[in-house]
C-alpha cells in the first residue's frame, strides 16, 4: 500500500509558479499569429479538449469567453510544457467520464463558502497552483484596470479548472 502511494506521489507532478509566470510570458509577448499558430497546433494534438472547451461560450450563451478561454487554453497547456510535463490526447470518453464527477464537485463548491470545500476542489484538479492562478486571475483587476463580470469570472473559472483537471489526469507515466 505504502509503495503504491509512493508511485502515485511520484507520477502526480505539480506545476510550479516560476512555470506558469514563464508560460503567461511567453502568451503576453505571442503575435496574434503565433497564437493561431499554437492554437492549429493544439487543434490537432487535443482536438477534443479543446472542443471542449470551446463549446463553453456557446452553452454559456457567452461570447466574451472564446477569446479569454483561448488564452487561458494557451497559458495553462504552455505551464505544463514549461514544467516539462507531457501529456496524453484527452478523449472524449475520458471527457464524459470527468463530467458527473466535476460537476458534482462544483456544485459543492457554489453551494457552499468554505475552506473544505475550497480544499475539495483544489485536491479534485490536484494541481494547487494552477487552481489558485486561474482563482486569482477570475477575482483581480487586469493590469489595465479591467475586471471580469461575476458571470464570464465564474464561467472563465469553471472552464480552466475543468481544463487542468483533465489535463492533470492525462499526465503521462
Known sequence: ???KLILILTIMKHIQIESIEKAI???DNASDERLEEV???YAELQPALLDYVLAAPTEYENDDLEGLI?????I???AFVQEGVAVNEITD???ADFQEPFA????AYFESDDEATE???EDFCDQPHLTQFMSVEVSTEDEDGTTLDEETATQLFIVCLGMIALLNRAIKA
Open 104 to 107: 458534482a464537485v462544483l456544485d
Open 39 to 41: 492554437i492549429n497546433q
Open 1 to 3: 500500500m505504502v509503495l
Open 119 to 121: 480544499q475539495e476542489l
Open 76 to 78: 495553462i497547456i504552455e
Open 25 to 27: 510570458e511567453i502568451v
Open 70 to 74: 483561448l488564452y487561458y487554453f494557451w
Open 93 to 95: 470518453d475520458m471527457i
